[in-house]
């Protein structure tokens, strides 16, 4: 089973630049999918990037395409997201999943998360 741990979250202005990073536990991180998922006040949890085990599999929401960067660290059991050119908008908990198997833009899919890290991009 794996643990995720995030970490990296915090206040940005606009235009500015966040590092999130996940940590994981246990022996089956590097067979993991592993997705990022952010949810504002009031809304839904949606989905912001996904890479499969071995980080030749990346997909994005559009809302991200080309700011945000998704990575991971197999030897580190750390997957990351390097979030460019903030925009208020993207003020969420951000959330990282697992899951076997491929990634997946559903949220369902996905059985082992973190606890979250706040981000707030001020204008």
């Known amino acids: 089973q794996v643990q995720l741990v995030e970490s990296g979250g915090g206040l940005v202005q606009a235009g500015g630049s966040l590092r999130l990073s996940c940590a994981a536990s246990?022996?089956?991180?590097?067979?993991?999918?592993m997705g990022w998922f952010r949810q504002a006040p009031g809304k839904e949890r949606e989905f912001v990037a996904t890479i499969n085990y071995n980080g030749a599999s990346i997909y994005y929401a559009d809302s991200v395409k080309g700011r945000f960067t998704i990575s991971r660290d197999n030897a580190e059991n750390t997957v990351y997201l390097q979030k460019n050119s903030l925009k208020p908008e993207d003020t969420a908990v951000y959330y990282c999943?697992?899951?076997?198997?491929?990634?997946?833009?559903?949220?369902?899919?996905?059985?082992?998360w973190g606890q979250g890290t706040q981000v707030t991009v001020s204008s």
């Open positions: 246990g022996r089956t991180f590097s067979t993991y999918a």
């Open positions: 999943a697992g899951k076997p198997g491929a990634g997946n833009i559903d949220a369902r899919r996905y059985d082992t």
